[in-house]
């Protein structure tokens, strides 16, 4: 017998009104994700793909970057803990963290490491290359 009956949500609800007062350490692999948009006009000469013209870009954080953000957007806090390059991609994460809010005294850029990073190309609300 199935059943028809739902789980209430307020122990759900009472645990997120309680997050407010939560500090949580988040350790991982901290991604910029990168978000190209542009037109195709034609295809290369050289090999069969499109040539993409880019009209945009959108930075956003990915993994525990990620993990980060639905955290303070619960209301707790966060105390991100990785280690990322001395680039222009862990410059950007590091700010996208302080815009958040989120302490970064865990974070430890390092010049010889790389930050992870992904990056997502599209035309016409569909994705053509990752």
């Known amino acids: 017998m199935i059943n028809h009956h739902l ?7 009472r645990a997120i009104a309680r997050f407010g007062g939560v500090t949580v350490l988040v350790v991982g692999d901290f991604i910029l994700d990168r978000f190209v948009s542009g037109v195709i006009e034609r295809i290369s000469p050289e090999a069969p793909i499109p040539v993409l013209h880019g009209r945009g ?3 956003a954080m990915g993994g525990a970057g990620n993990v980060v953000s639905n955290i303070v957007s619960l209301g707790a ?3 991100p803990v990785s280690v ?3 680039d222009k991609a862990g410059d950007d994460l590091m700010r996208m963290l302080g815009e958040l809010g989120a302490e970064t005294f865990g974070l ?7 930050t992870s990073s992904k990056s997502r190309f599209s035309a016409l609300n569909q994705q053509v290359l990752r």
């Open 108 to 114: 430890s850029q390092q010049r010889d490491r790389m």
């Open 57 to 59: 870009e959108m930075l």
């Open 7 to 13: 789980p209430s949500p307020e122990p759900l609800h």
């Open 84 to 86: 990322i390059g001395a």
């Open 77 to 79: 806090a966060a105390i």
